[in-house]
Each structure stands twice: as structure tokens, then as C-alpha cells.
């Protein structure tokens, strides 16, 4: 079960996984300039495992990634690591970087919920219900705003973002039933192995990426990709989930929207518009009520 009290330490690193994780979004928008989704989901798990694999090369990592359930490890992967990746790669084809960070945020309303009724993590006040759908209501906004200017065809990338919150949900849910046995290196690198035997020969397959001839700017954006908001985010994401549960873990996405806003119209120069600003402090609101 979590900790009853959230310590400073929690804080913290909630703070830095938010502006590691909110930073693949604008590092994504520019590799979908150049490669296909589904290499850009191989690249980041591929470049994170091979990062991580000295570190899971240590002689007590290695005998508890043999006594790991491997096959449940695998489920986890392919929900929380692969399916997203390419969801969110797909659906920055079409949108800003700022608004699928932005989308994001029905991660913590589906988590609060599956908290509740699967792991008894969270217990649904009517207090957390009123913040729940402060946020929904700016998820709403941002959907239908980015339909109406952006075309219909926005409204399959949107999903697909949404789709890929969804996945890193369930995955954090799932963790939580072995994250007191098994290391959280372990699961992390687990997953980002099993997808990367997955999307590799995928992208070879139906994307043939012409490597040789990517710009500076791309190969830095998924070097970037592979080892910071990856190798690095997702090992602390579940150091989070075992430190503090997956509810308080699914509080950094209603700080990853915000963060990526910024890196999105600082970094990439995009639009700061009213709909953005609205659907952001409807997310915050919501937060503030469901924390009280």
C-alpha cells in the first residue's frame, strides 16, 4: 500500500519527473518532422535500454530481473511503454507539442478512478469527484477546440493521445501489485527491452527508416528522447509509484500540461492560444479541489 504521508522528497521528485516526461513532447514534434511514429516509440526504447543495461548488468539486478514474472513485465511494457509511445508520436503528426501535452491530463482522472476500484489506493470523495471534472471539463475544451481549428482529422490524433495516457494508467495500476517485489530498474528496463523487440523490426518493417540522412536536430531530439524523459523518467516514475502509490504518481499529469505549454511555445514557437490557457486552468482547478 502507499505511504499514509507524502514527504517532501515525493514532492520533488514529482516536480523533476514532470519536467523530464513534459519535455518529450516538443523533442517529439520535431522527430515526427522527419521518421514515422513507430520509429520514433523504437528509438526511445532502444536508445533507454541500452543505457540502462549496464546498470541491470549488476549482479543483484540481474538475479531480480530472473525472479521477475517476466510475462506480467511484458504486459506492462506493451501497455505503458510501447503502445503509448507510438500513440503520442502518431498524434503530434497533427497537433502542437503543448496541446498532447495538455491532453495528458486525463491520466490523473483515470488513475483517481482505477485507484478506487482496483488497487484501493484512492477513496473517491465528492470533494476529489468536483476536481475530477474541473479537469475532464478542460480535456473537453481542448478536444473540441483542436477539432474545430485544426480539422476533424484532429480528432483520431487527439484520441490517440488520450489512448496513450490511458496506457501509462493502467500500466502504473498494474505496477503497483509487484512494485514491493521487484526493483523499480527492473521494471523499467523490462519494458523499454520487450518494446524495443517489438518496434524495432516493426519500424524496419513497415516504416524503412533512412537513418543516414536524419538532421542534426532529429537524431539530438531522440537522443534527448532515449535517455532523459525514458531512461531516466521512467525509472523514477517507478520509484514514485513504490515510494508514494500510483494516485499521487498520476499528480504529474496536471503538471506535465503546464510544463509543456511552456516548452512548446518557448522551444518551438507555438501558439499560446486562449483555448490552451482556458482547458490549463480548468486542469489546475481541478486539481486544487481534488487535493483539498
Not at 526504447?45 to 540481474?62: D, E, H, N, T
Not at 475530477?132 to 493521445?161: C, D, E, H, K, N
Request: glycine share 10%; with cysteine; proline share 3%.
Amino acid at each position: 500500500m502507499a505511504k499514509d504521508k507524502i514527504d517532501a522528497l515525493d514532492v520533488g521528485l514529482l516536480l523533476l519527473a514532470a519536467c523530464l516526461w513534459a519535455s518529450a513532447f516538443s523533442s517529439i514534434k520535431i522527430a515526427v518532422s522527419e521518421v514515422g511514429p513507430v520509429t520514433v516509440g523504437a528509438a526511445r526504447c532502444l536508445i533507454a535500454a541500452l543505457v540502462l543495461l549496464p546498470f541491470i548488468m549488476r549482479k543483484s539486478l540481474l538475479a531480480d530481473l530472473r525472479s521477475a514474472p517476466l510475462g506480467f513485465l511484458g504486459i506492462v511494457g506493451l501497455l505503458g511503454v510501447a503502445m503509448p509511445f507510438m500513440l503520442v508520436a502518431y498524434g503530434e503528426q497533427v497537433v502542437d507539442s503543448s496541446l498532447a501535452g495538455l491532453l495528458m491530463a486525463v491520466g490523473p482522472l483515470a488513475t483517481i478512478l482505477g485507484g478506487h476500484f482496483i488497487t484501493k489506493d484512492e477513496v473517491i470523495t465528492r470533494t476529489k469527484l468536483t476536481g475530477i471534472l474541473f479537469g475532464l471539463l478542460g480535456v473537453v475544451l481542448l478536444l473540441w477546440q483542436g477539432s474545430r481549428l485544426i480539422g476533424q482529422t484532429a480528432v483520431i490524433s487527439q484520441l490517440a493521445i488520450i489512448c496513450a495516457a490511458l496506457g501509462y494508467v493502467s500500466s502504473n495500476l498494474m505496477i503497483r501489485r509487484i512494485s514491493g517485489s521487484v526493483m523499480a530498474l527492473t521494471i523499467s528496463w523490462s519494458g523499454l527491452a520487450f518494446s524495443a523487440l517489438l518496434l524495432v523490426p516493426a519500424a524496419v518493417i513497415f516504416e524503412a527508416p533512412n537513418l543516414g540522412n536524419l538532421s542534426p536536430s532529429v537524431w539530438t531530439a531522440l537522443l534527448w528522447l532515449g535517455i532523459v524523459p525514458t531512461a531516466i523518467g521512467f525509472t523514477l516514475r517507478y520509484i514514485l509509484i513504490a515510494r508514494a502509490g500510483a494516485g499521487f504518481t498520476s499528480y504529474v499529469g496536471y503538471l506535465i500540461p503546464a510544463i509543456a505549454l511552456v516548452f512548446g511555445v518557448v522551444l518551438l514557437d507555438e501558439a499560446l492560444s486562449w483555448d490552451k490557457v482556458a482547458g490549463l486552468v480548468l486542469i489546475l482547478t481541478g486539481l486544487a479541489i481534488a487535493r483539498r
